[in-house]
């Protein structure tokens, strides 16, 4: 698993949770939004465009639970997910019949903080109002990214697009917001065939 993979999944789920945007709103009144936001769920469409090699297509659902765990979980083409809580991490492929649990450290992963914090997005990264309807995002610090475009609808992200530093880019288009709904537990607690070889670092 690739760490540059593991980021980019990180900073696209901790975007979707922009919320009610209008034409007379800054993007300050947006981020202040965030804290009246306590879970999240979306469908996703995923298209990763790798430089030189073509396009590669995804779908799932993401689920967030605000400071408590993270659901990543991708249906098409194959079953694969990341699951995030505060000092853990597990990764499932199907194609491979591998999970990996790994420890994670706040301190040591920005993106993971804002994703647990969103109050700290301000320290982390440059905010650009590109027009009324789009929202750039640069970082401060070098993860590989040089760039997070937010396309807003009137209460939620409709598309987000970056381009990591060797020129791939992804889009991701969001259906189905859920806001401030229950999240069944399961979700986070997901099964996986009992042939799966596991990884714990």
């Not at 980021?7 to 981020?31: G, P, Y």
């Not at 098409?76 to 199907?94: N, W």
């Amino acid at each position: 698993m690739k760490i540059i993979k593991i980021l980019k999944i990180l900073v696209f789920c901790f975007v979707i949770v922009f919320n009610a945007f209008s034409k007379d709103k800054s993007v300050e009144s947006i981020l202040k939004n965030y804290s009246n936001i306590r879970t999240f769920e979306a469908k996703f469409v995923q298209k990763t465009t790798i430089k030189g090699f073509g396009e590669d297509y995804y779908e799932g659902t993401v689920y967030l639970k605000k400071g408590e765990k993270l659901m990543w979980d991708y249906k098409k083409p194959y079953r694969q997910y990341y699951l995030f809580e505060k000092d853990k991490m597990e990764y499932y492929d199907s194609s491979v019949k591998q999970l990996i649990r790994q420890k994670i450290s706040l301190e040591d992963n920005v993106v993971l903080q804002i994703i647990m914090d969103f109050s700290t997005i301000g320290e982390n990264f440059q905010i650009i109002s590109l027009d009324k309807k789009r929202v750039r995002l640069i970082p401060k610090s070098n993860i590989n990214l040089k760039y997070i475009d937010l396309k807003l609808g009137n209460k939620f992200v409709k598309k987000i697009v970056s381009e990591d530093n060797a020129g791939n880019v992804t889009e991701i288009i969001f259906t189905d917001i859920k806001i401030n709904e229950l999240i069944e537990e399961r979700v986070f607690k997901p099964i996986v065939p009992l042939d799966t070889e596991v990884f714990t670092y």
